[in-house]
């Protein structure tokens, strides 16, 4: 052999190795394809365009509130419910889980009730919708429409998504020309949609009539130019009214409320996405303010229960006071008396101290029953307890202030929500195991007035029996002069309690306040730039996936690139399907690559191929006359020419291959010549174990078009068992 070059085939399958990620495969694909791929980008970029235009904006909307603690800001200190816990068992802390963490959540749960969306958006109106139509793009009109519509209050009652029946939506169409205002459109109840007459209005305001009410038109003067601009020609509006609760749901499922920081919780940002910037602004400042009505009416109700109770317990004492008047007159008239007998002033000033203390110990004690009569009415279960009308530990204070807490909490869950949801059931839950503690509270407040009363008592009567000599009339006037004491002591706590809880309805400090502007901190979507730097890319990607897709459906190769792609065995080379001049220079490469492969005294190529016209003959044939050219000896024939005397031209190729006589012929060709080209049959399941031993070198033809991938792949598992010393492809594009 002359002129070998020393590389191995290691060598050349990895220098002829393709992915479907290598940059000369996507190359060859983009170049064979560049008017798909030209195309697919410019139909993206139009779609992207489109998108842009057409879709509807949406704005981040942003505003942060602080939660006031009306506990905190009233003067009364929550710092007894630390001390309280500490003394609870661990289970019922955990679970009462007093912490500025729970409270927090709960106005969160509270900011995003449906029902205080519904009611910011009855109160702005956000259930009507107007849009300007022009040129395929809607634009939502907020307070700078040219026509308002108003819905009537008997519309509004019967637009109530919670009943199928009575669900109505109102979607209307305003053409302002010359001629007026046109006016059509539909309603829909329930599945049934209900055309609405069409009508013509010279001017506004005007009255149109429906099945379920009135609408009324107006016309709008609208502030600035700039807002008049678009409206000067003719225009058209389209107006759709839908059902409150369906706006508030929508809204709602935007907001977003969560806590400024971890350690800030009292401070919560309140974000909206919203298509316009004024309305989300106008939301998330009404939603705060609406938030700030629910909790005053809530402190209203508080307090007029209060003021219920005071003013009951007031009536009451001030009968019985009538009667420990009576009857003080009534003994200061039997003994005929004006002020009782003291015996010594020490024994007096004693006795009144201890006496002093009864009198208070008795109010007390008569409250704390009053306040246990009204716990334990089951009526009163979920009700608010008077917390400043008694004088209790601040255990007691702690508990009640806590029970009305998680009571107003419940209410204004269920204005939203049902009995049977998580958030109301967790809430009732705390209610719940909170009474037993509050009565615990009390029974032992009482207990413990019962006991220093009985010290005082037990002190007072030592020294009332040192007075031997005291009048009975004393004793008497004494014990009713302690009743009645007693009764003007409750009457005045409570007319004092009274003016504690008018003053408090004065006290008008709001729960949550704005403590920055609610501003619009970007626009969300479209995404323009994001749009427009992806639609090319993607208009690159969509041919490649289809091509590439293709190509993995397709069970036969149909290009170079496939091939390689389709195994790692060595291509030889390609014969192109242009002139003989191309034709010659790539037998002279496949020559060139053989002879990498050929070792020192290897001299046998055999030529084979899956299919009887894949080539295989004609590449036999300019392969040797290319080895000829370069000064080889070289003999091509076919299997059949070599036959030794006496062997049938019939016989079977796999006979053929298994006799003797044909590796004789192959040893005497050896001797005779440098390179020996064989034309073989092709590889078939019959004669696939015997026709790798013919040579030193197989090259396997396929065709672009015929040659399956099954057969290539049937060839690297030949390869992969040894059944072929060494391989190589040779691509024949003539004819495909």
């Not at 990895?14 to 694909?29: A, C, G, H, Q």
């Not at 919780?265 to 996405?273: E, F, P």
């Not at 919203?274 to 402190?299: K, P, T």
């Not at 016989?651 to 010549?673: F, M, T």
């Amino acid at each position: 052999m002359k002129n070998k070059i020393k590389l191995s085939p290691s060598e050349i399958r990895e220098k002829n190795r393709y992915t479907i990620f290598d940059l000369k495969y996507l190359w060859s694909l983009f170049t064979s394809h560049k008017k798909w791929f030209a195309l697919s980008v410019v139909l993206c970029l139009f779609l992207a365009g489109t998108y842009v235009y057409l879709s509807r904006p949406s704005y981040s909307i942003q505003g942060k509130m602080m939660i006031i603690d009306r506990r905190q800001s009233g003067g009364t200190t929550v710092s007894a419910s630390s001390s309280l816990m500490s003394q609870l068992p661990s289970s019922l802390s955990s679970s009462l889980n007093l912490n500025r963490t729970t409270n927090a959540e709960n106005e969160k749960e509270i900011l995003k009730t449906k029902q205080l969306a519904k009611d910011v958006v009855e109160d702005l109106g956000l259930y009507t919708e107007i849009r300007h139509q022009k040129f395929l793009k809607s634009r939502l009109l907020y307070k700078n429409q040219p026509v308002s519509v108003a819905v009537s209050p008997e519309i509004l009652q019967t637009m109530n998504e919670n009943l199928p029946l009575k669900v109505y939506s109102i979607s209307l169409t305003i053409d302002k020309s010359d001629a007026g205002y046109t006016v059509e459109g539909k309603l829909r109840k329930g599945k049934k949609k209900i055309n609405i007459e069409e009508k013509t209005f010279a001017k506004l305001p005007a009255v149109l009539h429906t099945e379920i009410g009135d609408l009324t038109l107006t016309e709008n003067i609208l502030p600035t130019e700039e807002d008049r601009k678009p409206f000067t020609k003719d225009y058209r509006l389209k107006v759709k009214i839908v059902p409150p609760m369906t706006v508030a749901k929508s809204f709602a499922k935007r907001l977003n409320v969560a806590p400024a920081s971890k350690k800030a919780t009292s401070i919560l940002y309140i974000g909206l996405s919203d298509e316009n910037i004024l309305r989300g602004i106008d939301f998330v400042n009404s939603l705060v303010a609406h938030y700030n009505d629910c909790f005053n009416q809530e402190r209203q109700e508080e307090a007029a229960k209060n003021e219920e109770f005071i003013n009951g317990r007031i009536a009451k004492i001030d009968q019985e006071l009538g009667l420990t008047d009576a009857d003080w007159e009534k003994v200061k008239k039997q003994y005929q008396v004006t002020d009782p007998k003291v015996d010594a002033e020490e024994v007096m000033g004693k006795k009144s101290a201890y006496e002093s203390q009864i009198v208070s110990f008795g109010v007390q004690q008569q409250l704390l029953d009053y306040l246990s009569e009204y716990v334990n009415d089951p009526a009163n279960r979920y009700e608010l307890i008077p917390v400043n009308v008694g004088v209790y530990s601040g255990d007691a204070v702690s508990m009640i202030s806590r029970h009305n807490q998680l009571v107003n909490d419940r209410k204004m869950l269920l204005k939203s929500l049902t009995e049977q949801s998580t958030q109301v059931k967790l809430t009732t839950q705390l209610i719940d195991e909170l009474h037993p503690v509050i009565q615990t509270a009390f029974k032992r407040d009482r207990e413990s007035l019962l006991l220093r009363k009985r010290v005082a008592e037990r002190e007072y009567n030592r020294y009332m029996s040192r007075v031997v000599d005291a009048p009975e009339q004393e004793r008497n006037m004494t014990e009713v002069s302690r009743q009645r004491n007693i009764k003007q002591s409750v009457f005045v706590s409570l007319l004092q309690k009274r003016e504690q809880v008018i003053m408090e309805l004065a006290n008008t400090i709001d729960k949550g306040r704005l403590i920055d502007e609610t501003q619009a901190l970007k626009k969300t979507k479209p995404k323009t730039l994001y749009a427009l730097l992806l639609s090319p890319i993607i208009g690159l990607l969509l041919p490649y996936v289809f091509f590439f897709s293709r190509r993995s459906l397709k069970k036969q190769i149909d290009s170079e690139i496939d091939l390689k792609l389709t195994t790692k065995l060595p291509l030889a080379g390609t014969i192109p399907a242009s002139g003989q001049g191309e034709c010659d220079d790539a037998f002279r490469v496949i020559r060139n690559n053989l002879l990498h492969q050929l070792k020192d005294g290897q001299k046998t190529i055999l030529v084979t191929s899956a299919n009887e016209e894949d080539g295989k003959t004609f590449c036999a044939t300019h392969l040797a006359e290319a080895f000829t050219r370069m000064g080889e000896k070289t003999v091509c024939r076919h299997l059949l020419d070599i036959l030794p005397p006496g062997i049938p031209d019939s016989i079977h190729p796999a006979d053929l291959l298994a006799h003797k006589g044909l590796q004789q012929a192959l040893a005497s060709l050896r001797e005779s010549y440098d390179v020996i080209i064989l034309d073989g049959p092709e590889i078939a399941p019959h004669n696939k174990a015997l026709i790798g031993s013919l040579a030193d070198v197989t090259c396997f033809v396929c065709r672009p078009g015929k040659t399956s991938k099954s057969a290539i792949e049937e060839l690297e598992k030949m390869k992969a068992d040894n059944r072929l010393a060494s391989l190589c492809l040779i691509l024949n594009q003539i004819g495909s």
